[in-house]
């Protein structure tokens, strides 16, 4: 029993690293996927050719061969970073590639008619994606966003493939020293229940005051 | 280009891939003038609105407006700058057939952002000229409220007030009414009434022949991708020259829907045009009561 609360408080320890990188990489996939998906629908038409070209390499290759190519391909031109700073910088290019095409549904859902009304008014491009069309695609865009850091979540697991010390690490641990898996990982899914029922209720909450907001 | 002109189109060509949508639109717009744009659906005619302000771009000619070209079709002769035309796109005041206020933001707010993001205005300066306005279209009492909470016709008023707010030296209206509820036209057509009774210079594309001849000082009638017709309102709504403005007019006559039509005889073909009776006023609605006395002026 002792051995199962050792491991668990290990497992914690592990949540703490898990939400510290999901909370990173969210933060920089979002501003990073606004800023491409911006740069997809306005922007020049090389930068447009790039995004597309980004998001589709994201999208298309196996978030594992994507870590593998990322943390020990590197090596080979002699850059050694950390597990950590490998997971951190991975977790961000693979949330960019998807916020991206998050924001671009987003923005694409506001009709034409906003955009005619803000040139028609004379405001700039950045006051009007400011003022009028990100608030709105905002709201239309939350569940989509709640279940993006749900999903970036739930990419922490594979971290522990390169040594990450984060939930699943410990859980490993813990299930080749105690013998019960079912009991080590009951537990692990039960953290992770609770961390995403969170982002879920707090991402609810913000619906919720968009919706009153309207 | 005399001073007195706002709005000037040349030689206007404007196609959308292959198709031809009008060429050879020429036109002026004089300070204070009115001008109606009517014809059969399909014809161009809220195009040609657009391409003055360049929500649409065109292929070939030259619009000026306020004294700029607006977008350099010919050769050697750049298009107005990003920022330039934001410049003049704020002393173009524009009226959308669907209205597009921004549902996120309360009708004050939605009267206020331009100025105060546009022209820096203070918190109360946009204010007070938001009420002011608002109360011009007897819509005060629904400052707070937002868009979707608001009838058609209480939407396209704040969407006037919205325009105005900058203090456009000319206004375009791209079918205002035509989503509105035939009940909801006139508080929206007596809006646009006063106006022009202020002097505001105004083109509008409309399908509401009554209030086209009451208000408007010239009517261009748009067809087949010409200007079919154009001259004093009066003059072309009563007696066109030109069979196909004759014959649009025939067309669409008898079932428009403005509330003054019992005046036009039915039988418009006797007459050699459509409109024979006198139709000066719009049914005598309680709507226009409040510019009874200043109707007469016109």
């Known amino acids: ?214 | 280009m005399s001073n007195d002109v706002v709005v000037e189109l040349e030689g206007v060509r404007k196609c959308f891939g292959p198709r031809v949508i009008f060429d050879d639109v020429s036109l002026s717009v004089h300070r204070s003038e009115v001008v109606a744009v009517i014809g059969p659906s399909g014809a161009g005619k809220s195009t040609l609105i657009r391409c003055i302000n360049r929500l649409n771009t065109f292929e070939r000619g030259v619009i000026r407006a306020l004294g700029h070209e607006v977008y350099g079709t010919e050769e050697g002769k750049p298009a107005l700058k990003r920022d330039e035309l934001r410049e003049l796109r704020t002393e173009i005041g524009m009226v959308f057939q669907t209205f597009n206020l921004f549902p996120h933001l309360t009708v004050m707010k939605n009267v206020m952002l331009a100025p105060q993001r546009v022209k820096g205005l203070s918190e109360a300066q946009a204010t007070a000229r938001a009420l002011e306005l608002l109360e011009m279209v007897g819509l005060s009492h629904r400052k707070d409220a937002h868009p979707r909470q608001l009838s058609g016709g209480e939407q396209q008023r704040v969407a006037i007030c919205r325009a105005l707010a900058m203090e456009p030296k000319v206004m375009l209206f791209d079918e205002p009414t035509s989503m509105l509820d035939p009940e909801l036209v006139g508080d929206v057509l007596a809006t646009i009434r006063r106006l022009a009774l202020d002097g505001m210079t105004m083109i509008l594309v409309t399908h509401e022949m009554m209030f086209a001849k009451e208000v408007a000082n010239t009517v261009v009638v748009m067809a087949d991708g010409r200007i079919a017709e154009m001259g004093p309102a009066r003059q072309v709504l009563s007696a066109p020259k030109t069979e196909r403005a004759r014959s649009f007019l025939e067309r669409v006559l008898p079932h428009t829907d403005g509330g003054g039509v019992t005046d036009v005889r039915t039988h418009p073909q006797d007459q050699g045009g459509p409109i024979a009776g006198p139709i000066d006023s719009i049914g005598g609605s309680a709507l226009w009561s409040r510019e009874a006395d200043e109707e007469e002026l016109l």
Not at chain 1, 12 to 37: F, H, M, Q, R, Y
Not at chain 1, 123 to 136: H, K
Not at chain 1, 159 to 166: A, E, N, R, T
Request: glycine share 12%.
């Open chain 1, 1 to 214: 029993m002792s051995a199962i609360a050792l491991y668990t408080g290990e497992m914690l320890d592990g949540a703490v690293i898990t939400l510290e990188l999901t909370a990173g990489a969210t933060v920089v996939s979002l501003v990073a996927g606004a800023a491409g998906a911006v740069g997809r629908l306005y922007g020049p038409k090389a930068l447009k050719t790039f995004v597309m070209a980004y998001v589709e390499t994201i999208r298309g290759l196996p978030a594992i061969l994507q870590l593998f190519i990322l943390y020990f391909g590197l090596t080979q031109f002699g850059i050694d970073i950390s597990a950590y700073w490998a997971a951190f910088v991975w977790l961000c290019l693979y949330g960019t590639g998807y916020a991206i095409e998050i924001f671009r549904a987003g923005l694409q859902g506001i009709p034409e008619g906003q955009h005619e009304a803000t040139a028609a008014l004379g405001l700039t491009r950045f006051e009007a994606m400011r003022r009028v069309i990100i608030p709105q695609a905002w709201v239309a865009m939350l569940p989509a966003l709640t279940n993006f850091v749900v999903l970036e979540l739930k990419n922490t697991t594979l971290l522990y493939f390169i040594g990450v010390q984060d939930i699943m690490f410990h859980a490993r641990l813990g299930v080749s020293n105690s013998g019960q898996p079912l009991v080590v990982y009951g537990i692990a899914a039960g953290i992770y229940v609770v961390m995403n029922g969170t982002i879920s209720r707090v991402g609810g909450l913000l619906e919720k005051r968009a919706a009153i907001a309207r």
